[in-house]
């Protein structure tokens, strides 16, 4: 293809996108954009499945059999979005295995966030209640992509990401309720995975590469800090309904902005966990590379079983 | 005559609280990510269960016990599950094996409770052998994908099928709970399916090109409230909180 066939090609695919149409996996598209997609859905899947482990710690201790339950039916949705998710990366021509080895050798990134420890059970409650409602903020701008399967993966996965933090939310309001011990331990966990949570949006905007780009193809509708004010906006008020405070001296409303002004972020911890240096990340790869490999074994036996069946089979009809 | 109820109830509803929990531990490490959540809904199907039998054992208590003082607050030796599923995960050829020795049974434990004169236990069977149909396929299949796979997967799982045979038979051992509610047509007498069971159990191994253990010698104990030393450890995670936090509402 001639140059200029490329220019007009890419015309009329941007103005495809501009007019709300959906760019399907069969369609042409830029290499820029497949691979910006492949590397945008594949984190995110990558998140869903390391984001298991932080509460997968505490399905075996959980208070009540109802909360072992829920915790369980909740970390396997994660896994659930994982698969849609890697499904959406693979129609654009990667396969699991890649994406795996990406992930396992750190060239692939999963949020931050998941490399902090699930230290008490109120922390399953925090988690559902900010990290999947941070999650919800960024991935409902995502529901009218321009990519076909990953939109279509975001509206399911978001109608599960709400009810999972309403449930974080009632484990938390259960505790607030609850005995003093109980509320104080809804009280440290906040104060553990506030400042985290925030983080989730990504660096503040001057630092954040990519987001023109992103915007023309809806990969972005908004900008790191108006999606991380909105998400404080939102969430200040859950927090009083709880009863337990910001742990944010600089937390006030402004009546001009109409909105809440919000302390300094520590981005040089937020670089630093970015960077691999979090207190989980290491715990984390190890979970995920250690289950793999385990695996090998058995997915060969899969992998041999079908092709021994297919064989029976074909010896059959002949 | 209730406490002999609750008692045979516990002899069902403890299995699938421990199996239950034993399969919840592998929650986010499973070999690939279709049979960890595979795995998940066992547990679940399981937990649920158990729900079911607790909540009617507390209704039976009275006392204003709930199915959480009956989950957390006994002691070991009150757990009456059977040796096989408190069995640990080792590696993944252990967790099937423990899986399709227990799902057999399960099996054909619910289609012989679905009879119970018992309305209760009776609609607990009628759900509950949908889900166990289920957990058999998917333990059956993987006996056969492990058994006549690659040399390494039938090496392994020959390993835990011999390893977890001796647990086998403990399922079929009468308790005095079970005598009682045999004669008023409540309980399901076991031995009535013991052959079925070792036929099932050979049928499927030797269609996963295994060999069928000829061991004699069983372990039992579980159903005296005499467990294996990792029974322990389950406890103190299962009641970890309960038991550092008494009393209170989660
Ligand atoms: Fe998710
Ligand atoms: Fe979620």
New binding site residues.
């Given amino acids: 293809m001639s140059n200029k066939e490329i220019k007009n090609l890419e015309e009329i695919f941007n103005q495809r996108i501009a007019r709300d149409e959906k760019i399907e996996p069969k369609d042409w598209m830029p290499e820029k954009y497949r691979k910006t997609h492949i590397r945008q859905i594949s984190q995110h899947a990558h998140s869903?499945i390391v984001?298991m482990l932080p509460e997968g710690n505490w399905i075996t201790r959980a208070p009540s059999l109802r909360r072992k339950v829920a915790l369980l039916a909740k970390v396997q949705?994660?896994g659930g979005?994982g698969l849609y998710l890697y499904s959406a990366a693979e129609t654009l021509g990667i396969s699991r295995e890649e994406m795996y080895e990406q992930l396992h050798t750190g060239k692939a990134k999963y949020s931050s966030i998941f490399n902090y420890p699930a230290v008490t059970w109120a922390d399953m409650g925090a988690i559902g209640w900010l990290v999947?409602g941070a999650?919800i903020i960024n991935q409902v701008a995502l529901t009218t992509t321009s990519f076909g399967p990953y939109a279509r993966a975001m509206v399911r996965?978001c109608k599960?990401?709400s009810f999972?933090q309403r449930q974080g939310f009632e484990i938390l309001l259960s505790l607030c309720k609850g005995s003093e011990e109980q509320k104080a331990m809804a009280q440290d966990s906040l104060n553990r995975w506030w400042w985290p949570s925030l983080m989730m949006f990504g660096p503040k905007d001057e630092e954040s590469p990519n987001t023109e780009q992103s915007m023309k193809w809806k990969l972005k509708r908004k900008s790191n800090d108006e999606l991380r004010q909105q998400f404080v906006n939102q969430t200040v008020p859950q927090a009083k309904i709880l009863g337990i405070s910001i742990p944010d001296p600089d937390l006030k409303w402004n009546e001009e902005k109409q909105s809440y002004d919000f302390g300094k972020i520590d981005w040089d911890e937020f670089w630093q966990v970015v960077k691999g240096h979090g207190p989980c990340n290491k715990e984390r790869m190890t979970a995920r590379v250690g289950a793999w490999n385990q695996g090998t074994w058995v997915r060969d036996a899969a992998v041999a079983y079908a092709e021994k069946q297919a064989n029976k089979n074909l010896n059959k009809a002949v | 005559m209730r406490d002999n109820l609750i008692k045979y109830i516990l002899g069902i509803a403890d299995n699938s609280l421990i199996l239950g929990q034993r399969l919840g531990e592998l929650c986010g490490h499973g070999p690939n990510l279709e049979t960890d959540i595979a795995l998940t809904n066992i547990s679940l199907d399981l937990l649920g269960q158990t729900r079911n039998y607790y909540q009617y054992i507390a209704r039976l208590s009275g006392n204003n016990k709930t199915e959480d003082d009956i989950a957390f607050m006994r002691s070991e030796r009150e757990y009456i599950n059977v040796l096989l599923v408190e069995q640990p995960n080792d590696h993944f050829g252990y967790v099937i094996a423990r899986q399709f020795y227990y799902d057999v049974f399960h099996y054909l434990l619910m289609q012989n409770l679905q009879n119970s004169s018992d309305e209760t236990l009776a609609a607990i069977a009628k759900k509950g052998i949908k889900e166990v149909s289920y957990h058999l396929r998917f333990s059956s299949d993987w006996i056969k994908r492990l058994g006549d796979g690659t040399k390494e997967s039938h090496q392994k799982i020959q390993e835990a099928i011999d390893d977890r045979w001796v647990y086998t038979n403990e399922l079929f051992m009468k308790t005095e709970a079970d005598e009682l509610l045999i004669n008023e047509g409540v309980g399901v007498n076991v031995l009535d399916f013991k052959e079925a069971y070792y036929q099932k159990v050979s049928q499927v191994l030797e269609e996963a090109t295994l060999t069928v253990p000829d061991e004699k010698y069983y372990q039992k104990g579980g159903k005296e409230g005499i467990h294996s030393e990792h029974m322990g450890y389950i406890l103190a995670e299962l009641q970890y909180m309960q038991k550092s936090y008494p009393n209170l509402k989660w």
Avoid: P, R, S, V
Wanted: no cysteine.
């Fill in positions: 869903e984001g949705d994660e979005h999947d999650a996965i599960e990401e999972h």
